[in-house]
């Protein structure tokens, strides 16, 4: 009999600590933001070509994310470890060395733990077809992205 990972992983996903974490502005989710809201993430100043550098390795990682979730309601753990290898630490060795020395230490340890999280869940999709290890990995990986989403930015240099 199939074991079902749609709810567990929908629930896993849901409840994310780094999620409930995340400072709401007083209660203001899913509000419009205040006209003299501030945006006090940290500035990390890249060119226009860096950061679309940057911006597309992180659209990779969610596109992992969703082709991960996908083949975990799938039981398809194989199109899980394809699209978790897409994430890993080679994707991080691609970008190159001049714009990941612009980044903040802590930047680069939350982006480095999010693309070993992504090679931890292709490992355990091949030792193992228990989703849970990995939706432990998926939530690790989730938590670092948003909390660097809320910690940092970028802007152009002039």
Same mark, same amino acid.
């Given at each position: 009999?199939?074991? /079902?990972?749609?709810?567990?992983?929908?629930?896993?996903?849901?409840?994310?600590?780094?999620?409930?974490?995340? /400072?709401?502005?007083?209660?203001?989710?899913?509000? #419009?933001?205040?006209?003299?809201?501030?945006?006090?993430?940290?500035?990390?100043?890249?060119?226009?070509?860096?950061?679309?550098?940057?911006?597309?390795?992180?659209?990779?990682?969610?596109?992992?994310?969703?082709?991960?979730?996908?083949?975990?309601?799938?039981?398809?753990?194989?199109?899980?470890?394809?699209?978790?290898?897409?994430?890993?630490?080679?994707?991080?060795?691609?970008? #190159?060395?001049?714009?990941?020395?612009?980044? /903040?230490?802590?930047?680069?340890?939350?982006?480095?733990?999010? +693309?070993?999280?992504?090679?931890?869940?292709?490992?355990?999709?091949?030792?193992?077809?228990?989703?849970?290890?990995?939706?432990?990995?998926?939530?690790?990986?989730?938590?670092?992205?948003?909390?660097? +989403?809320?910690?940092?930015?970028?802007? /152009?240099?002039?």
């Amino acid at each position: 009999m199939r074991r /079902p990972v749609f709810f567990p992983v929908l629930a896993l996903l849901l409840s994310t600590t780094a999620f409930a974490q995340m /400072p709401t502005g007083g209660g203001n989710v899913g509000k #419009p933001m205040p006209e003299n809201a501030r945006d006090n993430r940290q500035i990390i100043p890249l060119t226009e070509a860096e950061r679309s550098a940057v911006a597309a390795e992180m659209r990779q990682m969610l596109a992992s994310i969703q082709s991960i979730t996908d083949g975990l309601s799938r039981d398809d753990m194989q199109a899980v470890s394809e699209a978790a290898s897409k994430s890993g630490m080679a994707m991080m060795q691609g970008l #190159p060395p001049q714009i990941r020395m612009k980044f /903040p230490a802590a930047f680069s340890q939350m982006g480095m733990a999010s +693309h070993k999280a992504f090679d931890q869940i292709a490992r355990e999709t091949k030792t193992g077809k228990d989703p849970v290890p990995v939706l432990r990995q998926l939530s690790t990986a989730m938590q670092n992205c948003v909390a660097c +989403h809320a910690v940092y930015r970028f802007a /152009p240099t002039n």
